[in-house]
């Protein structure tokens, strides 16, 4: 059948849809989706890392080569610095930014180095808003147990900890630089419902989350006059006798040259690894995503959680060809968004977590029931008729972060 | 519906790729066809360094100027978003420098007058028009500085929310105004200074502070990790 008449269907299902509700999984069932169809279950895309602080963990082939891979620092390099600062921040997205704002702020001499410009990172992209537990029937012991269950238990609780009850005054730090969250008639924060949360706790900037903070957090590092060093990609820490890390050796990309940078504390704000292309999967992530800090502290003697699990996001554009990987928010799904199979069928609750909504998309293409593209690839239709806009198929599943 | 017909996975390729002549920077190549100018980059063997960053227009790295077959008409976009078609003229923007005002945002005694101290071009637009015509956002970047100018700075933070600070309408300013750097200063301005203050926000900073929630906290990080499943499951 081919794809016109195929959506066909899409429309004439539409009302019945409506009046559908589809439960959330059992964490039984969830359990059993996941791990027959989930990416992080498809034991061939994985391998145990040969040596270093994860030897024997099994992690993506594509993560656990380059782990493995030789410096590019030959012998006799001179570590002579061209630069010394108290803190070294490397990445330039919202956690570089934060970090070198706050140390900046509490009096230290801070150097902000980014493979791209200022502000070219996946944070630009985070639309769909940023979870913080403000609104009053909600807190951060909820904002801590929904995490929990979304992190199937796996989190550190301490840095959670950190991480639920600091957010908060980072709302408040982030409104005082200027960034304008949306709000309700009475003037406090508006909150939007989430996948995976039970109280509502997003807070947005319309459509434009990321990209308002990020707009803010460059202008900050700028009038701060924090040292920039843009287009330097690390490519290897620097250590003591006692494997402290005293710094970063990085690459311009402008002239190849190497520039040294010591320093009495660096941060490694490098951010994910979506264009590894994991599995061989498309990706929303920026240009640099390519988990480029796992691999420097790696090498240092780090040893790395989590190297088995990714995050698939569900919904990303695989039709037309050149928005592959883009992303379709959550919100779309939030706000009334069906996903629907080639037989004009929900298969699961839109709003249920990420890895679940994955993996069904995932058992739906492969048990037959996807769209194939004009361009030859699978995917299910995301029908968001409560938007009125027109249906595009939608992606099995595109954008790793970890 | 019949079995058969609904296994649409073994459905043969639709189409397959045709090539389109584009010229890049002046120098002609054949790419496939629906691909953006930034692929078409990568595929004509071009290095790309500066021009790409997040891929999902939202960076404003890869402004680029083009121009489509037989059309006189030179416009904007961003790279990472345009499709190539045949016969289109592309060309990469190169950074500009802008002149960006330093400022302490919070410190700002009068925002409205400070703009004048901190962009004295501002007010001297001309009204040409240059910079909306350029802005592949399609904001009326013009009425913006206007507006700024005559302190509707709400308008401005509206009207701006979506600029990807890609500086496309920079260059063409005959007054010298870089329009973008404008609106940042003026959204800034009026979320620090001409926006409610959160008053649910500060409670919750102060339950927090006051220790509200310890008892809780105690009890949670308390359990074994059957204990914290089941709680978990309690919580819809
Ligand atoms: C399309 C998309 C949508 C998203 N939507 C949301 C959302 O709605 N809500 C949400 O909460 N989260 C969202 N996320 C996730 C969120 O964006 C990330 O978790 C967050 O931005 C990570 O911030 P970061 O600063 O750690 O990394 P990034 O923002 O990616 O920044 C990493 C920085 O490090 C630099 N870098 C990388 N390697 C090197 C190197 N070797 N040397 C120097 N610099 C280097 C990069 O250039 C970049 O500047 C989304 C992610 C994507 C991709
Ligand atoms: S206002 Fe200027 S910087 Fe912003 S998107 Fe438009 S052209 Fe680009
Ligand atoms: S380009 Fe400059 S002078 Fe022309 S309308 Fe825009 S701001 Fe005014
Ligand atoms: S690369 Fe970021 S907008 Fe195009």
Redo the contacts with the bound molecule.
Sequence with gaps: MDIHALQQIVHQTRDARRKQTLPKLSPADRDQLIHKYHPDFRASAFRPIRFGPNVGDKTAIELATLLEGDSSIVDGFDLTPHYTTDVLV???????CAAALHAHGAGAKVML????RL?????????????ISVAPEDSPVTHFVDTLKGGHMQNDHQLLKVMVEEGPSIAKWLLSLGVLFDRDGDGNLHVKKGGGSSKPRLLTCSDY??LEIMRVLKDEVLNQKIQLLEF????ELTSDEKGNCTGAI?KDLDNQRHVVVAAKSVIL????I?RLHIQGFPT???Y???G??LC?SYRLGAKLMHVDTFQY?PSGAVYPEQLIGA?V??GIRSEGGHLVNAKGERFVNELDTRDVVSASIIRECEEGRGIRTMSGRIGVWLDTPLLDAASGPCNRSC?L?L | MAQEDSNVIDQPEVIRHKMVTVEIAGKKYDVPEGITIIKALWYSGQEVVRGAGCL?GFCGACAAYYRTKDDPKVRTCLACQMAVQDGMSITMMPPFPARKATYDIQALKDPKQDLFNLYPEAPLCRNCNACTEACPQKIDVREGVWKAVFGDFKSVSEMFMDCVMCGMCTPVCIADIAPNLVALYVSRAQGAHFTEKPVGLDTRIKEIQDGRFNDEWTKLLKMNEKELADHCATVK
């Design positions: 490397v990445g330039g997205g919202g956690a570089g180095a980014t493979k791209l502000g070219d990172s996946n944070s630009v992209m985070a639309q769909g808003g940023m979870q989350t990321g330097c990609a690390a490519v990085f704000a490098t951010g994910g979506g929303s992530n920026h640099g995503a390519t480029d800090g420097l996001h992303l928010t959550e954008c972060r | 999902g």
